[in-house]
């Protein structure tokens, strides 16, 4: 798992011990990540799924992409399609992925890269793997997140943020036991360089085998952990996480993980994907490729995509999602 590392973690800038007095975030709940398929059929972890939207506000959705090592011609990736009120974060860890949209966005992602996509009023977009990691095949692992816009945002321009491995914050805990990277938001002053419509912090963390992590979290936001690799501990009171979960904390200014002493895997410590955000608060009604407050505005979305107002194709079929029926698959 390379994303960003290192040489020497030590000459890297330390996140401060929170103070003795400040409350620790309690882990709530640990649920497990089922499989799925996505796209034109490539496998991913549903991280949120069961998971109340109420403690995942400000976000929506969370897919782990793999990790799968492809034979040649295995690699899949997704057919041109639209999006509407929410962002979408596309965070590489193996391999890589290739965008372009309707806005003129688009680029190659790779080991440790993050595309940030503001779909706001509307945009159509394709993510696929490159021509030659479909020929060769090879690891491919990462990860989509989906960031809700608040009503008065939902209908913003569309904006592509492509944001490169190397400008993430990089910091480390006081004994150097964990590599910290900041992509959005900040951690203890040190700010990362996503730029986001709705406030939040997205980092990754490596803590390595019995090297603990205390981080200093904002008490407005919520706090959510997915253990993308190996396994550990989350909270004051060390409860175990592994691969494919998803810890929920409550509230509370600061944040504990612990790398496991005996790695369970292949993976020694605990790479987590730590998020939270101040929550939005508004109802979400989301169907497919679209997220907004009510029933009537998906139904609004569904035309003016069929009208062609979400933007032009620029190559390649669109594919037509479903109009969303009375009292099925929206939240």
């Given at each position: ?36 398929f996505?796209?034109e059929g490539f496998?991913?972890?549903?991280a ?28 899949k ?11 979408t974060v ?26 940030w ?34 009503a ?33 938001g900040e ?20 803590v390595?085998?019995g ?8 008490a ?32 509370g ?9 005996r790695p ?68």
């Amino acid at each position: 798992m390379p994303a960003v590392t290192v040489e020497d973690i030590l000459l890297l800038p330390r996140i401060p011990e929170p103070d003795v007095t400040v409350r620790e975030r309690e882990v709530l709940a640990v649920t497990t990540a089922p499989s799925a398929f996505e796209g034109e059929g490539f496998p991913v972890r549903r991280a949120f799924a069961g998971v109340d939207l109420r403690a995942l506000d400000p976000f929506v959705h969370m897919d782990q992409m793999g990790e799968v090592e492809y034979a040649p011609g295995e690699p899949k990736g997704t057919a041109w399609h639209p999006h509407r009120g929410f962002e979408t974060v596309t965070y590489m860890i193996d391999g890589a992925f290739r965008h372009q949209d309707s806005h003129g966005g688009g680029g190659l992602i790779t080991n440790g890269d993050t595309q940030w996509m503001t779909a706001g009023g509307g945009i159509l977009h394709i993510e696929e793997p490159p021509e030659d990691l479909v020929a060769s095949g090879g690891l491919f692992h990462g990860f989509q997140l989906w960031v809700n816009l608040p009503a008065r945002l939902k209908l913003a321009p569309p904006r592509y943020q492509d944001i490169r491995a190397g400008q993430v914050a990089l910091l480390t805990s006081p004994d150097g036991g964990a590599l910290v990277r900041v992509i959005a938001g900040e951690v203890a002053g040190h700010a990362g360089p996503g730029i986001t419509h709705t406030p939040i912090t997205l980092l990754h963390a490596t803590v390595q085998p019995g090297a603990r992590l205390r981080l200093p979290w904002r008490a407005d936001f919520n706090a959510l952990a997915y253990v993308m690799a190996g396994s550990g501990s989350a909270g004051p009171a060390h409860r175990p996480v592994r691969t494919g979960q998803l810890a929920v904390f409550g509230p509370g200014a600061a944040l504990t993980f612990a790398g496991s002493r005996r790695p369970d895997g292949p993976s020694a410590g605990l790479d987590v994907l730590v998020l939270g955000g101040e929550p939005i608060r508004e109802p979400v009604a989301a169907y497919g490729p679209f997220v907004m407050n009510t029933r009537a505005e998906l139904v609004q979305a569904f035309e003016d995509y069929r009208a062609g107002r979400l933007g032009t194709i620029p190559a390649g079929p669109a594919v037509i999602p479903q109009a969303p029926r009375p009292g099925h698959d929206v939240l």
